[in-house]
């Protein structure tokens, strides 16, 4: 006799300071999952990242009532992307779901991310329709950042998807093998590759608290997506230090010349001094992205591992 094996689902919940949303998700999770228990096993693996409040006491509490959910409690928090890692790496599911626990993902969206994957997808992007929920400078600036980021990188991301997506386990396994430290998931995700498709939704705003994402903290989020896939920013000093340098000989070519016929006309302090302030600005310009770059190469070289767990709890 063969026993058909139910394949199964685990959704990926990064918690980070979301006391006042557990309840909310688990309620919200049971009912948009309903429809699938019957054909499916399901799994939730919650990530606590280091969490300063009662998010990891009110995870046990969902976890008494919730069988599927497995607590990953980190040793303090890692940040977002690190989190997911760690959630991929214990997930156990045929298709993995990584999705935000403020509900901004709505988890009905879900259904249709699995009709997707039993219709062949390996990858089913969940792409966001709209950005009324983002701040006036996040809907201008991300627009251009993907502009810039496919631009200059040698992946493309598309535009307006996150990490609210469907992977089937290859490609988990595939991300797993991915020996860097620096976990730019989206850029990550993109690398991959594998067959993949799109669903439409609009991004629901936030339940509770608040996001830890400030402007200052996304700046430096997409410094770090352009660098951890583009030269780009490396190889620009090469060519502009030509054009600086055909310039310089070009113009000291004249001054020679006119100083040979026409003598010297010795007051010059003006275009000395932008000369010398143009120049070592750009120097120093170029001396910064190198060390953007410097830096990556540093972190990656001691090769800490991307999270430490505290305890899991099945
Ligand atoms: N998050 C996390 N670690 C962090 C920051 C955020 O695990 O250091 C989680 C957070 O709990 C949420 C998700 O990542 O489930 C998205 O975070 P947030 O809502 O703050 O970002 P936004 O939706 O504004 O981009
Ligand atoms: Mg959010």
Not at 208 to 219: E, I, P, Q, V, Y
């Amino acid at each position: 006799m063969t026993v058909l094996m139910k394949r199964k689902i685990s959704l990926v919940c990064p918690f980070y300071n979301e006391e006042q949303g557990v309840r909310v998700f688990f309620n919200r999770i049971n009912e948009a999952l309903a429809p699938l228990t019957e054909r499916y096993e399901v799994e939730v693996i919650a990530i606590n990242d280091g969490s300063l409040d009662q998010t990891y006491e009110e995870l046990i509490k969902a976890k008494a009532d919730n069988d599927y959910l497995t607590i990953v409690d980190l040793s303090r928090n890692f940040g977002k992307e690190a989190a997911i890692s760690a959630g991929l790496d214990y997930a156990t599911g045929d298709a993995i779901i990584p999705i935000d626990s403020d509900l901004q993902h709505p988890p009905e969206v879900v259904l249709e991310l699995i009709e997707k994957w039993e219709e062949g997808a390996e990858v089913v992007l969940a792409k966001r329709v709209d950005r009324e929920t983002d701040r006036l400078v996040q809907k201008f600036t991300a627009n251009y950042f993907y502009k810039l980021h496919n631009r200059i990188s040698n992946i493309d991301i598309p535009a307006d998807v996150g990490d609210f997506r469907l992977m089937d386990r290859k490609v988990v396994e595939a991300l797993k093998n991915l020996p860097e430290n620096s976990r730019f998931m989206k850029g990550l995700f993109a690398w991959v590759g594998f067959r993949t498709t799109t669903v439409d939704y609009k991004v629901a705003p936030r339940e509770h608290g608040a996001t830890s994402f400030n402007t200052w903290k996304l700046w430096n989020f997409a410094i770090e997506g352009i660098t951890s896939f583009s030269t780009a920013p490396l190889r620009v000093w090469t060519y502009l230090g030509c054009a600086v340098s055909v310039a310089a000989f070009v113009y000291a070519a004249y001054l020679f010349i006119t100083a040979l016929f026409f003598g010297v006309d010795t007051p010059g302090y003006s275009s000395i001094m932008i000369t010398v302030l143009f120049a070592s600005g750009v120097q120093l310009i170029g001396i910064g992205v190198l060390g953007e770059y410097v830096g990556r190469i540093f972190a990656e070289s001691k090769k800490r591992p991307v999270y430490i767990v505290r305890e899991v709890i099945k």
